[in-house]
């Protein structure tokens, strides 16, 4: 496998995006907003961000959720109810069968386990009950506890927010895509800092690697293309991910954004408009409304507003490209 970053590609993206902005409603929403104290709000980001991978299959369609929106949807009525389900205490004392149990009650659209459309359930409770049980033995049953251990650092001789989630499963990503979107979700929210902000890695899932190889900020010699055009399962995607990572950094310096703010350009781009059917040459958005438009400040959205950078837009082949169909749960 050949991969490499077009540079001047990724750079073109950037003076794009310096024109754009986040809506402010979108930090407002009730999962970060959320009249919680700090503990709590902290538990939910760090739960949810934990069982968030491989959600294509999580859909509710009586209230037009799906995916993390989904999760965060859950999450929220659990902190707000002031669940048993997000003590520690709790979640380390019961079974994985029954966590299981839970999570298939809480991911149905009617309270009823057999319409549940979460997948991968027993991974998922395992990752929880091993997050619960560290709470619950070592740090008092407190997330606060736990990650003030850090002293605000990614990197603190062991402890930093990097080190310690890493030892947890849910956590384990070399890339570590599910602990920095747990922190864009705690730091969003006035829950934690990060003071050393130049070790951030961005966060990349397969929404984003999808939009940045149709686009051509990263490429790829003709035969892995051909295997993504195909949805060809990988061994591993670890060449790409890497790629599509320095991508992202250039793309964040030339616009002046900040690392975290990339996730609120590009996965929106890639889960509503540059999805099955992307946007330039389809003339519609694969959600309705359309993540992206909800998340970024336009007046209008009949058009990519990456059509001028994107080769996709012009060439059938790009357009056609898909991410690594890879076996994880990393993201």
């Not at 929880?128 to 560290?134: F, G, N, P």
């Not at 990097?162 to 890339?175: I, Q, W």
């Not at 949805?231 to 250039?250: G, H, L, M, P, T």
Request: proline letters at 3%; charged letters at 25%; glycine letters at 4%.
């Amino acid at each position: 496998m050949k991969v490499f970053v077009n540079k001047g590609r990724s750079e073109k993206t950037g003076l794009i995006l310096k024109a754009y902005h986040i809506r402010p409603s979108f930090f407002e929403r009730p999962f970060l907003s959320l009249n919680a104290n700090r503990e709590t709000k902290l538990r939910i980001y760090f739960y949810a961000a934990g069982i968030c991978h491989q959600t294509r299959s999580l859909i509710d369609k009586s209230r037009n959720l799906a995916g993390w929106e989904y999760l965060e949807d859950v999450f929220t009525k659990l902190a707000v109810e002031g669940s048993v389900f997000l003590q520690p205490e709790y979640l380390s004392s019961i079974d994985i069968s029954e966590i299981t149990h839970n999570l298939k009650r809480l991911f149905s659209y009617d309270g009823q386990p057999e319409n549940c459309t979460l997948d991968r359930l027993e991974e998922r409770a395992r990752m929880l009950k091993e997050m619960a049980v560290l709470l619950n033995r070592r740090y008092g049953n407190s997330a606060a506890k736990f990650l003030d251990e850090s002293n605000g650092l990614l990197y603190n001789n062991g402890k930093g927010y990097y080190e310690s989630l890493a030892k947890l499963e849910a956590f384990c990503d070399p890339r570590k895509k599910k602990t920095t979107f747990f922190l864009k979700l705690a730091t969003d929210a006035n829950t934690l800092e990060i003071k050393d902000q130049e070790n951030i890695i961005p966060i990349m899932d397969y929404h984003m690697q999808r939009v940045l190889l149709r686009m051509g900020c990263v490429e790829t010699d003709k035969g892995t293309q051909k295997k993504l055009i195909n949805k060809e399962v990988f061994n591993s995607d670890s060449e790409i991910r890497k790629a599509c990572i320095e991508s992202i950094k250039i793309i964040a310096k030339t616009s002046g954004h900040g690392i975290l703010s990339m996730n609120d350009f590009f996965w929106p781009l890639g889960r509503s408009c540059c999805n099955e059917s992307p946007l330039c040459h389809s003339n519609k958005c694969s959600k309705n409304p359309c993540t992206f438009f909800n998340m970024v400040e336009l007046s209008e959205h009949k058009n990519c507003i990456f059509e001028k950078a994107c080769i996709g837009n012009q060439n059938e082949n790009h357009r056609l490209i898909w991410e690594p169909m890879v076996e994880t749960h990393y993201y």
